[in-house]
């Protein structure tokens, strides 16, 4: 957490030429990408600086929607697709109060969901797996309580996930990849620490 009280993401995002958390698009996002078609609609639910956006939208996947609830993140996102030419939807929005209008092909989210209460996560899932057209793919990735939260995100990790809950949720839907993992980060300004984490890529199948 900075001085100030605010996650230590939102000055990197204020910042033209820093990199809160990485410019590569996540590893399990180039892992499934074979699944997607073009063209696809697809939906990143705290998209942050956009790394993840960005990348499915520059291989030509279709209309790519991103929101977060940083102004700063979305100015970002904004400016980054106007000096790329790199067409995609950034807006700001809270996913415990956003107005669905539209359904998706895929649907993504990393390291988002624990920043809000479970119930919010929760619910906002439902609703995500209802606006998620057939064959549709979610990724989610989400921290767990198996370990403490670290200091610098602590106050604001109020959802954390129990192992393996996040399964719960898409007992309906295929299963493709389940992941408990822990693994270390290192931001500037705030020592290394271990996270604990589960992932999840689960496909709508035709009978849901
Ligand atoms: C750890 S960052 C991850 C950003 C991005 N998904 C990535 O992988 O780089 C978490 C993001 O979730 C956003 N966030 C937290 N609570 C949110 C909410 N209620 N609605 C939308 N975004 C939220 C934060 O602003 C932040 O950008």
Redesign the pocket.
């Known amino acids: 957490m900075a001085g100030n009280g605010e996650?230590f993401?939102?000055k990197a995002?204020r910042e033209e030429n820093a990199v809160?958390?990485?410019s590569e698009p996540?590893r399990t996002i180039k892992e499934f990408e074979y699944l997607l078609k073009k063209p696809s609609r697809i939906l990143?639910?705290?998209?942050?600086?956009?790394?993840?956006a960005f990348y499915l939208a520059q291989q030509g996947y279709g209309e790519v929607d991103a929101?977060?609830?940083?102004i700063s993140?979305i100015e970002k996102c904004k400016k980054r697709s106007l000096a790329t030419n790199t067409k995609i939807h950034a807006f700001v929005?809270?996913?415990?109060n956003?107005q669905w209008r539209q359904s998706y092909d895929w649907i993504l989210?990393?390291?988002?969901f624990h920043?809000?209460e479970k119930t919010?996560w929760k619910s906002f899932i439902l609703q995500a797996k209802t606006h998620t057209n057939q064959g549709g793919i979610h990724i989610v990735?989400i921290f767990t309580d198996a370990l403490p939260a670290p200091e610098d995100?602590s106050p604001?990790s109020i959802g954390l996930a129990k192992d393996g809950e996040i399964r719960e949720l898409y007992r309906d839907w295929e299963i493709l990849q389940f992941q408990s993992y822990l693994f270390e980060e290192e931001h500037p300004g705030i020592p290394r620490h271990t996270h604990a984490s589960n992932k999840i890529v689960a496909r709508k199948t035709d009978c849901v």
């Open positions: 996650p993401w939102e995002y809160a958390f990485s996540n990143d639910v705290g998209c942050g600086e956009g790394q993840n929101f977060d609830r940083s993140a929005a809270d996913l415990k956003y989210s990393f390291g988002t920043f809000v919010d990735q995100i604001f």
